[in-house]
């Protein structure tokens, strides 16, 4: 095959007299980057503002405790039964309320938690949800333990995910 | 008692204070190149919509002396190939050349207190602008002296760029300068500023030769589109890669003190220096016209450092051919035609 049947290459787009002299397209990027210098700036100063989650927000998982200081849960073990990296530990016992069970341990490890929200979903009473809580750093592995005295939390303090798992399940 | 006391008033009033005048640049130099680096950060934060250092002191304006301090704690390596003793050299050779030029580099016309005439400059010399072009020029062999004495392939491509580059942009410098002195008919920076009175700033009397300068000034303080000597994706850190430590922070130090070299060097050259054109006419004291005249040279110092920081995040690295050839193919020829278009102006208006 001769040169002559190649085809020349087509630059998409040849350059103008203007642009070629280059200085007027300088200030064509000052410009833009001095426009981008005053506009309002998206970050959030994170521990001076906080972020506030919209109530779909799977934050770490919490027990729901009723108003007379109980938990909610019937520690029925759905939810543990149901986790995929098994992060959930209920052990079951009864009590005199009408309820007639409430679980004396429940143990989440929240080095194993993946927030998949399972346990929440799963769940035949409304007792475990996802919070909004993200703030999660511990300095070791046995923190990372969330027993009974970290997990329940105040009904009224998660009013806002109640109402939205009810609007939308 | 008193003879002590006459004999160290002798030593602080030598030659009109020079002492004074000197500490008072020097800690006005330090202190800008310490904030040049921080407005560096936050313009370069606004530019790429982020908020910059505001962590160390009010909105983050102490955040240079905590990287100064943070470098001072670091260890201090030499690589095992290096030249110890050029390799130590170097990063103090840079900070002797960007603090000896400021020397003639004048901030206001002369000022009367009490009795005594004090020129606002350290050194009122008749060949100031040879003295910088001499000392700029130094300049590279401390770039180039990094680059070779630290046994690194990147460190010494990074110095063979910057002797390079340098070669290319000081000829149209110096033929930039020439323009400048034909209109002046004097090398004292002084004499330059006062030539330069009402609106004859030489930026718009020759327009060609301002921007060759500028662009020159660019290449030789190593500022971004001109920045080979460093280019971080090729180069790691270019001269500077096998540094750490004190002597880092003289290199960085070096490159910003450099910046305002630059800058009040074509504010002198260019801007008409201390001029406010026709502040004469306002009939205000002569105290406060020259508190004036100070205020408008550091104010033109300060659009010009930003105009530096400004460029530098807005235009990419020139390849090495394209510096080459801007260099020799449009710089120089401008920098000709400049004075050429100077003498003619010689020539019709005598001026």
Known sequence: ?169 | MEAIGNFLWSIISFYNFLLIRIVIVLVLMLLTAAYLVYFERKISAWIQDRLGPNRVGWKGSLQSFADVFKLLLKEDIVPDNANKMIHTLAPMLALFVAFTTYAVIPIGPGINIAGYEIPLVIADVNIGILYILALTSLGVYAITFAGWSSGSKYSLLGGIRSSAQMISYEISMGFSIGGVVLLSESLRPIAIVESQSGWMWNAFVQPIGFITFLVSAFAETNRLPFDLPEAEPELVGGYHTEYSSMKFAAFFLAEYANMLIASTLIVTLYLGGWQIPYIETLGLSSGLVVALQIAGFLLKVALLLFFFIWVRWTIPRFRYDQLMSLGWKVMFPLSLINIVWVAFLIMIFKI
């Open chain 1, 1 to 169: 095959m001769s040169e002559k049947n190649i085809p020349a290459k087509k630059r998409i787009k040849d350059l103008t007299l203007l642009e070629k002299v280059y200085v007027p397209e300088i200030f064509k990027g000052l410009a833009l980057t001095l426009k981008t210098m005053f506009r309002p700036k998206f970050t959030m100063e994170y521990p001076e503002e906080k972020f506030i989650p919209p109530s779909s927000y799977r934050g770490r998982p919490i027990l729901v405790m009723e108003k007379n200081g109980e938990e909610r849960c019937v520690a029925c073990g759905l939810c543990a039964r149901v986790c995929p990296p098994l992060a959930i530990e209920v052990q079951a016992s009864e009590t005199e309320n009408e309820k007639e069970r409430y679980p004396v341990r429940f143990e989440i490890n929240m080095l194993r938690c993946i927030f998949c929200g399972f346990c929440e979903e799963v769940c035949p009473e409304e007792a475990i949800i996802m919070s909004m809580d993200y703030e999660l750093a511990f300095t070791n592995r046995e923190d990372a333990v969330y027993g009974k005295d970290k997990l329940l939390v105040p009904v009224n303090q998660s009013s806002d995910k109640i109402g939205f798992l009810r609007s939308y399940r």
